[in-house]
């Protein structure tokens, strides 16, 4: 089946440091799955970050960044600069192209920014 | 802004009971979902619907019924809970065009003792 493996446990940053978390997918059933981040803020639910559904393709939102590679099968999140208000749990995942978008999560990456 | 509310948000359950999760959404979507999140795991599917009276199974459905009464509503239902169901549960909403946003709820975490 399909999986997604993503940086696991905590990652502590200062604030105004740069962070990246890695993801990679192994998509068996289909062959260019569409990409995805979510994010969780605490007390809140999962949240689109940002989406790529083309390989090759760089998304972004707030600062955060996540280029398609469709070699690597990677999709790694990236920010230059981070801030505490960042401060979440972070959720790579993938779909296939049905209308069903039905996701297939990482683990989740907890990201502490220290002031 | 689209909506999933669930309730309750913290539920704690005894072995062998009957569980019944509520999901209402505001969002005017076709499909609606049930994940599970345990420690060491990404969310996993359950249960999903695309329409009312209708539903279908997800990736890890033992254990689970699920109910679509209608186009705003979507319940989970353990009918014997085990300790093994002890996780977070949220549910998610999304229309039914490829590739488009899904929107969760805050989740509700079930203890089972």
């Known amino acids: 089946g399909d999986s997604v493996t993503q940086t696991e446990g905590q990652v502590t940053v200062s604030e105004s440091k740069s962070l990246i978390i890695n993801c990679t997918y192994s998509?068996?059933?289909?062959?260019?799955?569409?990409l995805f981040w979510y994010v969780r803020y605490p007390g809140e639910g999962l949240q689109l970050l940002l989406k790529v559904i083309t390989a090759g393709q760089k998304g972004s939102s707030r600062g955060f960044e996540a280029t398609y590679n469709k070699e690597a099968t990677s999709f790694h999140l990236q920010k230059a600069s981070v801030q505490e208000s960042d401060s979440a749990v972070y959720y790579c995942?993938?779909?296939?192209?049905?209308?069903?978008?039905?996701?297939?999560f990482g683990i989740g990456t907890r990201v502490l920014v220290r002031p | 802004e689209a909506a999933v509310t669930q309730s309750p948000r913290s539920k704690v359950a005894v072995t062998g009971g009957k569980v019944t999760l509520s999901c209402h959404q505001t969002n005017n979507h076709d499909y609606m979902y049930w994940y599970r999140q345990d420690t060491g795991h990404g969310l996993r599917l359950i249960h999903y619907s695309y329409v009312a009276d209708s539903t279908e199974k997800g990736d890890i459905p033992d254990g689970y019924k699920a109910s679509r009464p209608s186009q705003e509503n979507f319940s989970l239902i353990l009918e014997l809970a085990s300790l093994s169901q002890t996780a977070v549960y949220f549910c998610?909403?999304?229309?039914?065009?490829?590739?488009?946003?899904?929107?969760f709820g805050k989740g509700t975490r079930l203890t089972v003792v």
């Open positions: 995942a993938l779909s296939d192209n049905s209308a069903g978008n039905k996701l297939t």
């Open positions: 998610a909403s999304s229309a039914d065009r490829a590739n488009t946003e899904v929107f």
């Open positions: 998509a068996t059933s289909i062959g260019y799955p569409n």
